[in-house]
């Protein structure tokens, strides 16, 4: 099977700083791999409440992960902040990647990076629908 690859933007949109409890280490007593998913998910909320949103208020709809993709770089261990950037990227007609980025912010080691892909949904219906214009402008990409 070949290995994930994943590359990173020129430039990041969104930066934040989330710690490394205790309870996010694991019996080899550094970051674990599940604990990291949920630390995505603490930035990407992040990230759509800069931009002015929630995850289920987008222009009016919601969103939903689609599929994720983590290349891990270095262990991390308790008591170190994450500093994770994040980018909308390869927007299509329902969605988009957020690209991202996690380094330790006192030696600035890189320990992961991956991407999530994101759909936005009308709850109310339970259907896709495109990508709402006004977060493709906040996002800096073209209508």
Not at 3 to 21: K, L, N
Not at 61 to 72: E, S
Not at 92 to 104: E, H
Not at 108 to 118: D, L
Request: hydrophobic share 45%; charged share 20%.
């Amino acid at each position: 099977m070949a290995r994930i690859i994943i590359d990173m933007p020129a430039q990041f949109v969104f930066s934040t700083e989330v710690p490394i409890y205790i309870n996010h280490i694991n019996y080899g007593h550094h970051l674990d791999n599940s604990a990291l998913i949920s630390l995505v998910s603490e930035a990407r909320v992040r990230f759509f409440k800069f931009l002015g949103y929630t995850e289920l208020d987008v222009e009016g709809v919601g969103i939903v992960v689609a599929d994720a993709a983590v290349q891990y770089k270095s262990e991390a261990f308790h008591g170190e902040t994450l500093v994770f950037e994040m980018t909308p990227a390869d927007f299509n007609r329902y969605g988009c990647d957020l690209v991202w980025r996690a380094t330790d912010k006192a030696s600035g080691r890189e320990v992961a990076r991956g991407k999530t892909g994101i759909i936005f949904f009308d709850y109310a219906v339970k259907k896709p629908v495109g990508v709402p214009a006004g977060f493709r402008a906040k996002a800096g990409q073209p209508g």
